[in-house]
């Protein structure tokens, strides 16, 4: 039985179902209250990484930092990356710069993200400009 002994295993088992399973409260620090209140949210057009094609997804920008969602009620899915003392959206001179980023992959993992560009379009350029005036 892989080194664990019968015994240990039930006692294991006796621990278990002696106590009782609890929901945990919420305590709220759920990234729902993270974007209670942002600084901009909306609908915008994100070019794939391996795959290039465009997706419509929900942005949020909050606290210096871009979080983005398949669906606007999404919160455990998302990915983000931080725009902290972010002057310019494109800068040629910083060629090869990793922008910080993580996600959570379908099984729930937060992985680090490695992109040095993202390309995300708005539907309409006075949107763009509200977006860049945004995140300035």
């Given amino acids: 039985m892989c080194g664990v002994s019968l ?11 002696s106590e009782p399973f609890k ?8 990234l729902t ?9 909306g609908w915008l057009l994100k070019l794939g990484g ?14 210096n930092c871009l979080y983005y969602f398949e669906y606007t009620t999404h919160f455990d899915s998302f990915l983000f990356f931080s725009i902290q003392n972010c002057f310019e959206l494109y800068n040629p001179n910083h060629k090869g710069q ?3 980023a ?3 992959e379908a099984d729930g993992r937060v992985v680090e993200g490695n992109h040095v560009v993202y390309r995300i379009s708005a539907p309409t350029p006075e949107e763009k400009e509200e977006w860049i005036k945004s995140i300035k």
């Avoid at 015994?7 to 179902?17: A, M, P, V």
């Avoid at 929901?23 to 620090?29: A, V």
């Avoid at 391996?50 to 606290?63: G, H, M």
């Fill in 7 to 17: 015994l240990s295993e039930q006692n294991l088992y006796e621990s278990i179902k």
């Fill in 23 to 30: 929901i945990p409260e919420d305590d709220g620090n759920d």
């Fill in 33 to 41: 209250h993270t974007f209670f209140n942002p600084d901009r949210e």
């Fill in 102 to 104: 993580c996600k959570t």
């Fill in 50 to 63: 391996r795959v290039k094609t465009w997706k419509r997804r929900w942005f949020i920008l909050t606290d």
């Fill in 98 to 100: 990793v922008i910080k």
